[in-house]
C-alpha cells in the first residue's frame, strides 16, 4: 500500500457538509460525483497530499444510510492507494483477511476499489484502491 489515498467521511446533508469542509479546510470542493450502485453522492476535498471524500447516501437502504443509522455521521473509512489490485486483493486474502467484494468495482473519482471487512482491521472499513488508467 502505497499511502493514504483519502479518509471517507459519512454525513447526511452533503450540501451542508461541503459548506462546513470549505470552512473547515479553507480548501473549495473539486469535484462530486454519483456512485449510482454504491447509492452515494460523493464530494472530494484536497489540501496538501491529503483528501477528504464526503458520501451522503442516496437509498436508505444503502451502507452509508446504514452506517450513519448504527453510528452517526463520521469517518466510515480509510482508503489505501495501490498499484495492482487485483494483486493486493490476493495478497489480504492469502493473509486471511476478509473482502467485501470479490473483484475490483468501479468508485468514485476515476478509481477502482475493493473493501476489507472492518472485522479484520480493529472496526475500521479499509477501502484499497487504484487509479484508473486511460490509453
Not at 454504491?38 to 451502507?63: H, I, R
Request: proline share 1%; glycine share 6%.
Amino acid at each position: 500500500m502505497n499511502k493514504i489515498e483519502h479518509i471517507g467521511i459519512a454525513v447526511k446533508d452533503l450540501n451542508a457538509s461541503i459548506d462546513l469542509y470549505q470552512k473547515l479546510l479553507n480548501a473549495d470542493c473539486y469535484k462530486t460525483e454519483e456512485v449510482a450502485s454504491e447509492f452515494v453522492n460523493t464530494a472530494f476535498f484536497k489540501t496538501g497530499d491529503n483528501k477528504v471524500e464526503l458520501l451522503q447516501a442516496t437509498s436508505a437502504d444503502s451502507a452509508i444510510a446504514k452506517f450513519i443509522e448504527k453510528k452517526g455521521e463520521g469517518i466510515h473509512h480509510l482508503a489505501f492507494l495501490v498499484d495492482d489490485i487485483l494483486a493486493e486483493m490476493e495478497r489480504l486474502h492469502s493473509e486471511g483477511f476478509t473482502l467485501l467484494n470479490d473483484s475490483p468495482k468501479k468508485g468514485a473519482d476515476n478509481k477502482m476499489v475493493c473493501f476489507v471487512h472492518p472485522k479484520d482491521a480493529n472496526g475500521v472499513l479499509i477501502e484499497i484502491c487504484q487509479e484508473i488508467k486511460w490509453i
